[in-house]
């Protein structure tokens, strides 16, 4: 089994959207699968959309926008390391900006 670090663009939707911003997230996990073929298949079926009450009263959604990238670690772990967060960015923005934008902005897929 192969140990693989993936990167993710995750992005937040705010309803009602009072502020008219934006977040999205930049995270990095870890999975272990047996084939490269199968990490985007455990990826979308582990992160489904998410929605919770916010502070208006409203929902806020965070959704599964994208793979980036994805790279095979050569180190071995102990343990469950599935979907395990090594690093983790907020990426706010004060007015509507679509996912490919924050990409192009960040470089996100170099």
């Known amino acids: ?26 995270s990095i996990v870890l999975v272990k699968v047996k084939n490269p073929s199968e990490i985007q ?3 979308y079926g582990h992160f489904v959309d998410v929605t919770y009450e916010n502070a208006d009263r409203g929902q806020t959604t965070w ?3 994208k793979i980036l990238d ?4 050569m180190d071995d772990f102990e343990g469950n390391i599935d979907f395990k967060e090594v690093y983790s960015r907020y990426l ?3 007015k509507p900006m679509t996912a490919d934008q924050v990409i192009d902005l960040y470089s996100l897929e170099k």
Do not use: H
């Open 1 to 26: 089994m192969g140990i693989y670090s993936v990167k993710l663009l995750l992005e937040s939707t705010v309803r009602p959207n009072m502020r008219a911003s934006k977040t999205f997230e930049e």
């Open 41 to 43: 298949q455990k990826i």
């Open 63 to 65: 959704s599964l926008v």
């Open 70 to 73: 994805t790279f095979e670690l």
């Open 92 to 94: 706010p923005f004060d």
